[in-house]
């Protein structure tokens, strides 16, 4: 296991078009976090899991966003009818409880 | 207002010089505080954690004072390799739950 792996790396979409974006996390870990951050701001947080629970959601996620962790492994984080304002890199991490963070390499998304 | 507010900069530096951060806080509830190195087009990756008798990692340093919910970090005989965007960020109720960060502060080392 080398990390926290995110797929794509970048995708290019029409506005109005649909995209779902895939995080495996560290296999052990039981937390996962997606965050979204545009040019020249810090991370912004937006949901996370324990385990298969999702146990706190921004009101930067609204309804156009869903994310989901089925079986407490992977997640997928789905944003319907893009923006332009979706256009951003969407990181995710994931953790033990008491224990530090690891990012993935995020996913650039950029709405046309 | 922010949670976690910075200076963005940049901040331009030469090769050896000492620079230094700062970072405020809101929310007194906030439980730890870390800084985090991102560097361009990449995932921000945890350069220290921040505690109230200050802690130093080799040529950097970070500072918390809870009273007057401010953190700094200083990096002594600055490098090339130090250019990097530095994101203050804390956690709030549970330790290590979610994080909340600062815009980020642009430090540029040039020879």
């Known amino acids: 296991d080398t990390g926290v792996s995110q797929n794509p790396r970048h995708k290019i979409t029409k506005r109005g078009q649909n995209v779902t974006f895939r995080c495996d996390p560290i296999?052990?870990?039981?937390?996962l976090y997606w965050y979204r951050q545009t040019l020249g701001q810090g991370p912004e947080f937006l949901t996370y899991?324990?385990?298969?629970?999702?146990?706190?959601k921004s009101r930067l996620l609204s309804d156009r966003f869903s994310a989901e962790r089925p079986k407490g492994s992977f997640s997928t984080l789905e944003i319907q009818r893009t923006e332009q304002g979706d256009s951003a890199m969407y990181l995710c991490?994931?953790?033990?409880?008491?224990?530090?963070?690891?990012f993935g390499s995020g996913t650039r998304l950029t709405v046309v | 207002r922010k949670e976690v507010e910075q200076d963005p900069g940049p901040f331009n530096v030469p090769e050896g010089a000492t620079v230094a951060f700062n970072c405020t806080y809101s929310?007194?509830?906030?439980?730890?505080f870390f800084w985090y190195r991102q560097d361009c087009r990449k995932e921000p990756k945890l350069l220290m954690s921040?505690?109230?008798s200050g802690n130093e990692d080799g040529r950097f340093t970070a500072q918390l004072n809870r009273a007057s919910q401010y953190i700094s970090l200083l990096i002594r005989d600055s490098k090339l390799s130090d250019s990097a965007t530095y994101l203050c960020?804390?956690?709030?109720?549970?330790?290590?739950?979610?994080?909340?960060f600062g815009q980020g502060t642009i430090l540029t080392v040039h020879p």
């Open positions: 960020v804390k956690t709030g109720g549970t330790s290590y739950g979610k994080l909340t």
């Open positions: 991490a994931s953790s033990l409880v008491g224990s530090g963070y690891t």
């Open positions: 921040v505690y109230s």
């Open positions: 296999s052990e870990h039981n937390r």
């Open positions: 899991f324990q385990n298969e629970a999702q146990l706190e």
């Open positions: 929310n007194s509830a906030s439980q730890s």
